[in-house]
C-alpha cells in the first residue's frame, strides 16, 4: 500500500485517532464516513494506492461545483482540529483479498503512528438474534481493549458487545494467527463450508479488527444491523454513535443552525428524484 500526499498537504502527526468504513451490507459505514467528513469539513490530503482495491474514479462527493476533483477507491481526510483522520473506501476489496488488505492497511496505520481505530460497518438484519428496537436502533461494538472484546466506555454509552464473539473460535484463532504470522494464509481454510458460527469472523471488519490488533493498534468496532435498500437514517446513527464515542462538541460540525449534520452534495441523487405524483 502506498500512501500519496497531495501537492502542498502533510500528515498531522497530532491526527492519533482513524475511522475507516468496513464495506458490508447496505454500505452503512461509507454513509456514516461520507456523512462526518462533509459535516466536520475536513481536508482531503491525499490518497492510499493498495492492489486489493478495486479501481474505480468518479465526480467530487462534496463539491456541487465542477472544480475537477475526482474521488478514488482510498481517500484520506483530516480534521485537524479534532486530532481525526478519516479514511473513505469506494469501492471493494478483491475477492479472497481482505486478509491482505487488512495488512496492509493495518502497517499504514502502524508505520504513521496512529493509536485508535475506529471501524464503522454494518451486519445483516437476517442475523440478529433477540431483535428490540424499542429504544431505537441499537449500536453493537467489538473493542480490542480486552480479551473478550468488551469495553467500559461502549458500555456507558448503552452499547451492546458483539453477541457470540469468542477468540478462541475457530476462524478468529485464524484471523488472528494469520494478522501476527503465526500462521500462513491457507486457501483450503477459506473454502470450507462456513457454519452460522462463523458469520462475524467471516465479515469484512473481522479481518481490519484482526489485524490492527496484531499491530499493537487500539481498535474499536461499531455496528449496527440493517437491510439492503435506503440506510441514510442509519448513517446518521452511526455518524451519531462516531461523535458521541470521540466526544465531539455540536460546535465542532458545520451543520445549520440546529443541524449537526450536512448532508454530501452526492446523496441528491442517491436513491434518484421523487416519484411523479400525476401517476398516482
Avoid at 487488512?102 to 502502524?110: D, E, H, L, S, Y
Wanted: aromatic letters at 10%.
Amino acid at each position: 500500500m502506498e500512501f500519496h500526499l497531495e501537492e502542498g498537504k502533510q500528515l498531522n502527526p497530532n491526527c492519533s485517532t482513524l475511522i475507516l468504513p468496513s464495506l458490508s451490507i447496505g454500505n452503512v459505514g461509507q454513509l456514516a464516513v461520507d456523512l462526518l467528513i462533509s459535516s466536520l469539513k475536513a481536508d482531503k490530503i491525499g490518497y492510499l494506492d493498495d492492489p486489493n482495491v478495486l479501481p474505480c474514479v468518479g465526480n467530487d462527493a462534496f463539491s456541487p461545483f465542477p472544480v475537477g476533483k475526482l474521488a478514488l477507491p482510498l481517500e484520506v481526510y483530516e480534521s485537524s482540529r479534532n486530532s481525526l483522520l478519516l479514511v473513505q473506501q469506494r469501492s471493494p476489496v478483491v475477492k479472497g483479498m481482505m486478509i491482505e488488505y487488512a495488512k496492509n492497511i493495518a502497517g499504514f496505520v502502524a508505520a504513521n503512528g496512529i493509536k485508535h481505530v475506529i471501524i464503522l460497518s454494518s451486519l445483516d438484519f437476517m442475523r440478529w438474534k433477540n431483535v428490540d428496537v424499542s429504544s431505537g436502533l441499537p449500536v453493537h461494538y467489538l473493542a480490542s481493549s480486552s480479551t473478550d472484546g468488551a469495553d467500559a466506555k461502549c458500555d456507558g454509552l448503552g452499547w451492546s458487545k458483539l453477541p457470540d464473539y469468542d477468540p478462541t473460535q475457530k476462524m478468529w484463532k485464524y484471523l488472528d494467527e494469520v494478522a501476527a504470522k503465526v500462521a500462513s494464509l491457507d486457501e483450503d481454510f477459506a473454502l470450507e463450508e462456513l457454519g452460522d458460527e462463523d458469520y462475524y469472523p467471516s465479515s469484512p471488519f473481522a479481518a481490519l479488527f484482526s489485524c490492527f490488533k496484531a499491530k499493537g493498534v487500539k481498535v474499536t468496532c461499531l455496528m449496527c444491523y440493517c437491510s439492503e435498500g435506503d440506510n441514510l437514517p442509519a448513517a446518521f446513527h452511526m455518524a451519531e454513535a462516531s461523535s458521541k464515542f470521540l466526544g465531539l462538541n455540536q460546535n465542532d460540525s458545520h451543520g445549520n443552525v440546529g443541524e449537526k449534520w450536512i448532508t454530501p452534495f452526492s446523496w441528491q441523487t442517491v436513491y434518484g428524484p421523487p416519484a411523479d405524483m400525476t401517476l398516482f
